[in-house]
């Protein structure tokens, strides 16, 4: 499966943007999907996750509340919406797939597709 990331910018502390992640190739509801992000001079880290259906989604826990992922299977993308924006928030925000399997969905290294990446800066 092949990834695309888009709707990264600059925004304002307190703004709100949606990334999204459109899917080509194989079939898209087999794969479960993820939001990571690496900010400069740090690891990549996990964001937020759903399921192959949408039913299940997971969220690092800091993060709840201000970001939700949601998927279209017809339109083989996935989203997130990101409010409250704050300047930690700054970083190249990248999308992932993996088999759908189990629930344990923040693992770096169970995805094995991801896109380019699309850079998320916020100002103070």
């Known amino acids: 499966v092949q990834l695309q990331a888009s709707g990264g910018g600059m925004v304002q502390a307190g703004g709100s943007l949606r990334l999204s992640c459109a899917a080509s190739g194989r079939i898209f509801s087999m794969y479960d999907m993820g939001w990571f992000r690496q900010a400069p001079g740090k690891e990549r880290e996990f964001v937020a996750a759903?399921?192959?259906?949408?039913?299940?989604?997971y969220y690092t826990e800091s993060l709840k509340g201000r970001f939700t992922i949601s998927r279209d299977n017809a339109k083989r993308t996935v989203s997130l919406q990101m409010i409250s924006l704050k300047p930690e928030d700054t970083a190249v925000y990248y999308c992932?797939?993996?088999?759908?399997?189990?629930?344990?969905?923040?693992?770096?290294?169970?995805?094995?597709?991801w896109g380019q990446g699309t850079l998320v800066t916020v100002s103070s």
């Open positions: 992932a797939a993996r088999v759908s399997r189990d629930n344990h969905m923040s693992r770096t290294y169970d995805y094995a597709y």
């Open positions: 759903i399921n192959w259906n949408g039913d299940y989604t």
